[in-house]
């Protein structure tokens, strides 16, 4: 069997990072278009997960000083997986910045919300296909669901622009948890074959 080295927990550990940080974006969306009428439930409520995304977060890091460095090169196609990574993180960003003056520029910018998940949510899917994670095509799909919904709740004025957002950055936010969960799943896993 293969000893535990530092980067095998190196995905656990960059994943809970951008899913506290993710988590927190919508969490902070959320509470901002409910206009105190939850109360800060939500608010509340989510950072309660935040936090436990946190403590599995500093776990994991403190059992990574305590590992051994990888011998193992990154191979080519790792090199090349990080590089498409970056470049559509990259694409991502832009895509929400073009999403966000288009929408200005038309008067409809009650939908930017709606857009910015959309651009998020189709960002999984060749994330999926590069890094051959099954996940991430349910998490695109999910993400993209919320974002079409709340693009015809708000166009077809079923609801509020705000009630709207609220469903929409929820909606996301269970996405995020869901793969911050699945992150402390895998990195748990790690460190009991370790043990």
């Not at 927190?24 to 995304?53: C, P, Q, R, T, V």
């Not at 930017?112 to 189709?122: A, E, M, Q, Y």
Request: charged share 20%; proline share 2%; hydrophobic share 50%.
């Amino acid at each position: 069997m293969n000893t535990l080295t530092k980067k095998d927990i190196e995905k656990p550990i960059g994943g809970l990072f951008f899913m506290i940080i993710n988590t927190s974006i919508w969490a902070f969306i959320a509470e901002y278009y409910f206009e105190n009428k939850d109360f800060h439930i939500a608010g509340i409520f989510l950072g309660l997960i935040i936090m436990s995304f946190l403590f599995f977060y500093l776990k994991f890091t403190k059992a990574q000083k305590n590992l051994p460095e990888s011998t193992i090169e990154k191979t080519e196609e790792e090199k090349k997986n990080e590089k498409w990574f970056l470049i559509i993180f990259g694409l991502e960003g832009l895509g929400i910045v073009v999403a966000k003056n288009i929408l200005m520029n038309i008067n409809h910018d009650e939908l930017f919300i709606c857009f910015f998940v959309l651009i998020v949510g189709l960002h999984f899917f060749p994330l999926a296909k590069i890094f051959k994670r099954t996940f991430d095509f349910y998490m695109g799909t999910w993400t993209c669901l919320f974002a079409v919904l709340g693009i015809y709740l708000i166009t077809q004025k079923i609801m509020t622009v705000n009630a709207a957002n609220v469903i929409v950055s929820l909606g996301c936010a269970f996405a995020t948890i869901s793969y911050g969960f699945r992150m402390i799943l895998e990195g748990r896993k790690l460190l009991l074959i370790k043990q």
